[in-house]
């Protein structure tokens, strides 16, 4: 649950405070900070159960060649070192096997989140995440591409990348509740033109509310629903509090109506989702894909969220920023690149004798397909 710097730390405080009870404090230290150095290591990012098998194991050797080292460094002979003491190596070896089971009861007790929990939520088979596709298949579409470029820029400025897929998957959730409200969902029509603005507007804004609800009642942790509820701030929905300012422009506008309840993204993640979300967004919007429309649309919309205070509870920097841009702008230019437009096969006499030898093999085999000319 703890960094590697952290984690270590905690280690040998245990172990020097632990030394004070044992025979020979000295063996003691040396056996079990070498232990705790491979624990940490090789624990660094746990996310599958083999990794904590094969952690207890290399702790196993360690134990065993340290042992018998400062046994054989003592002068003691090979013949009489203490091998049963190898058998209680064992035990402990296996033993450690049971902090498997212990990573959901601290989860729970403390509010900890690990990153094997965090790799269950992630699985798109999962039951919630399953429901969702069938029920939004455009929006979980674009929940999908925001975590790709989530991701990408949680990689290159240091933040959790993990968490923030996760985040990302789930970010939108409140969308089943009304999936056809939503453009990404609809086929023809949609039913926001026949509402008011501010009341199309309040539908829209209500899916972070819902979100958070359809979160809590699949117990989801508290870290992912702050993706849900952060995602877009304090944020106007653009679309129709400009077309309330442009049909009414002498009418004093509720901005309330407009505008998302927030909380603003308080942690890296959050802020990169919040980016991400925004930017794929806007850019199923643009006429022609190449890298200077791109890295316009990127500009503004980050910009446009810096200038409106998004980040300010965020400890994301200006640096950061820069390189979510760049990053942006990458990935968006490898998701929408022009593909050749392949040459159809002439009808040719050729063609024509080959389909007619094939025809005429199907019949001998009694085959019920035919091939036929379009």
Known sequence: FFDSRTALYVHIVTILLAAQMVPDATEFVVLQILAGMVAVSSLKDMNSRSQLVQSAVLIFFVYAISFVSMELSRGVAIGTIDWPMLFVFVVNAVALLFAYGLIF???????????????????INSPLLMEFSEKCPGTFQHVLQVSNLAVEVAKKIGANALLVRTGALYHDLGKMVNPMYYTENQTGMNPLNELPYDEAAQVIISHVQEGVNIAEKWNLPYQIIEFISMHHGCSKVKYFYNSFKNKYPD??????KFTYPGPLPATKETAILMMSDAVEAASRSLKSYDEESISKLVENVVNGQIAEGQFKNSPISFKDVEVAKRVFVEKLKNIY??????????????????????????????????FQKK
């Open 105 to 123: 009861i601290i989860e729970k007790l403390f509010g900890f989140l690990s990153e094997v929990t965090l790799v269950e939520l992630s699985n």
């Open 251 to 256: 009418k004093e506008i509720d901005e309330a």
């Open 337 to 370: 690149h022009t593909r050749i437009q392949y040459p159809e096969l002439k009808n040719n006499k050729e063609d024509k004798s080959a389909l007619g030898e094939i025809n005429k093999t199907l019949k001998k085999v009694r085959t019920p397909y035919r």
